[in-house]
């Protein structure tokens, strides 16, 4: 055999020597758990295109997140699911003090203290009849669909965001994509007396299909229209272009600027090389979401025999981590922990 200065076989040889030398960890802290909660009491909804993914009434998720704490888990991303009844062309239902994210945040923050960080997704999509994530006015003059306003979509995000600092939120996470909601949320925020809540930003939001499982878990597929003019049928007026990636530096400066102390960048897997981006631009911590399609795959493909699912979700988790994030949002996360699948 031909000496060779290095051979890097050298250091895989075992078990021990690998971990050794592994340059990225998967800590259960490393992980936020996104869980839907829903009106009522005595509620659980699985949802068909997220196996083993359900909507709970408070009531149930409490033992959901007293099972997150046990494990190591330490943070949940709350997000709120009302009825078709609930919801109107502004989204009124989001900043309504008695909401089911209002009232989980008082009862996780009477049952856990100060032990789980509460954060909560601020958005109108899942409050407004027509789906989208901010207010509709009628087409542009000669127009053929509804536009989405920042200018009076962004009180609202700022009275949600307060009512859930009201209730207890650590860090309210705004995933909207209006330009200027950072800036509004922070100032509603400190008006109100909420100056200690974090903003963690959706700052890099791409248009994704991958969103798919998430819109019939939070019926908020954007339909509909106003006056009678169509709203659009997706959301690429305000979420990213999968195209691009040097828009979300962009982004990230607008968001740093306006206050944002997490940055956050979704989907996670297809966008690695924007993860790596915004992590060699920013110091601020950043969040990557596993987003419901990317679980949906994952589970079809295991469900189907072609994939480990143990080992393909701790591969997923852990490139999400090699590419830059701190922390990772995964419907996985408790299962993951629980049936040591990140080891
Ligand atoms: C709300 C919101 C969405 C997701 C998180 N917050 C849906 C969307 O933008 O349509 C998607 C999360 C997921 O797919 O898991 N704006």
């Given amino acids: ?109 009477a049952a856990f203290g100060d032990d789980l960080v509460l954060m909560t997704d601020v958005c109108l999509c899942g409050y407004t009849d027509h789906g989208h994530c901010g207010i509709l006015a009628p087409p542009r003059p000669g127009g053929s669909h509804a536009r989405v306003l920042d200018g009076p979509t962004l009180p609202r995000l700022a009275a949600m965001a307060v009512r859930h600092a009201d209730a207890g939120a650590d860090v309210v996470a705004p995933s909207d994509m209006m330009d200027g909601r950072v800036a509004a949320i922070r100032e509603g925020l400190d008006d109100a007396g909420h100056d200690g809540v974090a903003i963690l930003s959706y700052a890099v939001k791409y248009a994704s299909a991958f969103y798919g499982p998430f819109r019939d878990a939070a019926g908020s597929s954007p339909h509909g229209g106003i006056d009678g003019h169509p709203a659009p049928s997706d959301r690429r007026s305000y979420q990213m272009d999968p195209r691009n990636a040097r828009e979300a530096a962009i982004e990230v400066a607008l968001d740093e600027a306006e206050g944002a102390d997490l940055l956050l960048v979704k989907p996670a897997l297809p966008y690695l090389d924007v993860v790596a981006r915004v992590r060699a631009l920013s110091d601020r911590p950043i969040v990557a979401y596993q987003v419901s399609g990317e679980y949906a795959m994952l589970e079809a493909a295991a469900e189907a025999g072609a994939l480990d699912r143990a080992a393909a979700v701790r591969e997923s988790l852990t490139a999400i981590r090699r590419a830059g994030a701190d922390l990772v949002l995964s419907y996985h996360a408790l299962e993951a922990v629980a049936q040591g699948w990140l080891r």
């Fill in 1 to 109: 055999m031909s000496r060779q200065p290095l051979r890097p076989r050298r250091l895989r040889a075992t078990a021990a020597l690998r971990s050794l030398v592994a340059e990225t960890h998967l800590a259960p802290e490393q992980l936020v758990w996104p869980a839907f909660v829903v009106p009522g009491r005595d509620r659980l909804e699985p949802i068909a295109s997220l196996p083993r993914v359900a909507r709970r009434s408070v009531d149930l998720l409490l033992p959901e997140l007293e099972r997150a704490l046990e494990l190591g888990i330490r943070s949940v991303m709350l997000f709120g699911v009302v009825g078709e009844d609930a919801k109107d062309a502004v989204g009124s239902a989001a900043s309504a003090p008695d909401g089911p994210v209002p009232e989980a945040l008082r009862a996780a923050r």
